[in-house]
């Protein structure tokens, strides 16, 4: 038999969870898992853990990119060459958050930008400025990466402490 009525059920009081009159099960996983970063993506991991920015580039456009990507997005052909870029780049635009990433306040803000590096084809990723009042931000700006101690790194977008201004 079809009927348009949704099933009925018995609603749950905040008495009976309260009470605990409702079968519960407290349970803390230790989960564990592993994630594979692929082929890319290790190549720019690998190369901040040595203080280098990693790009790849399309043999047939020339478009070269960062972070490196395993395909080219503009011709839809694998990206097979992978190259050094300079740590320097432009702001391609940024905020200034004053609540940190755990929603506190914060005294001193935080300025997250999208770092577009020398030598590619509009694209960037995004990372923290540092060494700079917001006033004095401008979109299109010369900034370079100041980069934690060589025992520091560990192969993390954080090998690279944030970006500074550089003389225009």
């Not at 009525?5 to 230790?30: F, I, K, W």
């Not at 991991?45 to 070269?64: A, F, H, Q, V, Y």
């Not at 084809?121 to 700079?132: P, S, V, Y």
Request: charged share 25%; net charge positive; hydrophobic share 35%.
């Amino acid at each position: 038999m079809k009927t348009d009525m949704p099933p009925s059920g018995t609603p749950l009081s905040e008495e009976d969870l309260a009470n605990r009159n409702v079968l519960t099960v407290m349970y803390h996983p230790q989960a564990k898992y592993a994630w594979a970063t692929g082929i890319a993506i290790s190549k720019f991991l690998g190369g901040l853990k040595e203080g280098r920015i990693c790009g790849s580039k399309c043999e047939k456009c020339g478009r070269i990119v960062v972070p490196p990507r395993i395909f080219c997005e503009y011709c839809f052909r694998r990206s097979d060459s992978y190259l050094t870029l300079p740590d320097t780049g432009i702001i391609n635009t940024y905020s200034v958050s004053h609540i940190s990433t755990d929603t506190t306040r914060l005294k001193t803000p935080i300025i997250p930008a999208v770092i577009e590096i020398d030598g590619t084809d509009k694209a960037g990723f995004l990372h923290i400025l540092g060494e700079i009042e917001p006033d004095a931000i401008r979109i299109g700006m010369k900034v370079k990466a100041v980069w934690k101690h060589v025992s520091e790194r560990t192969g993390s977008i954080m090998d690279i402490h944030y970006f500074r201004p550089i003389g225009e």
